[in-house]
């Protein structure tokens, strides 16, 4: 049974080979991730999973194709894939000291077709820091191309106070639901 796995992302690539799983290929899904009119975070993240996987699925047939996106939002706002230092500034001075969810939509579709969905919603909460903690995470140049601009894989792990949901999920791909997707696609699981 052949995997495609629609997604550029090395994290997700990573996050796979965690599970013992390695995609037969990996074809990465241009689409416009522009958020809908009043579209909500997690919407707008199961949209976005859902589309990668019809996109590649339509170039890959006979295929099971795993599409995933992760949106950080602080309450209905949906945070930007960081592009360069200032938006990464904005977004984790927002952030600081407060809550803010993770929503992690994943989309499966099997070899005749048929689509399956999960979500992952994780709450983070990051301590409140200082502009030199800011200045030192930036420096580190983790937050290029992430959303909310951090990497909780990485040097922003040590700034979370704690964590509810899935840590996978906040990486890019939980792999709860992932492996529950695979599962009943018919995907051989060790």
Not at 89 to 107: F, K, N, P
């Amino acid at each position: 049974m052949r995997l495609v796995l629609a997604s550029a992302s090395p994290r997700r690539l990573e996050l796979l080979a965690r599970i013992g799983i390695v995609p037969d290929a990996v074809v990465p899904a241009e689409i416009d991730e522009t958020p809908g009119k009043n579209e909500l975070p997690a919407v707008h993240a199961a949209r976005m999973a859902a589309t990668k996987a019809a996109l590649i699925r339509d170039r890959e047939n006979r295929a099971l194709i795993l599409g995933a996106d992760t949106v950080v939002a602080a309450g209905r706002r949906i945070l930007p894939k960081t592009e360069n230092e200032d938006q990464a500034r904005a977004s984790l001075r927002l952030l600081s000291g407060r809550r803010h969810r993770v929503h992690s939509a994943v989309t499966m579709i099997d070899a005749n077709g048929k689509a399956r969905h999960r979500l992952s919603t994780s709450i983070v909460a990051f301590k409140r820091f200082g502009e030199a903690e800011l200045d030192a995470y930036l420096a580190t140049g983790e937050w290029r191309g992430k959303a909310g601009g951090y990497a909780i894989q990485g040097r922003a792990e040590a700034l979370v106070q704690w964590l509810s949901g899935s840590h996978s999920g906040v990486m890019g791909l939980p792999l709860f639901e992932t492996r529950a997707l695979l599962r009943a696609a018919g995907y051989p699981l060790g």
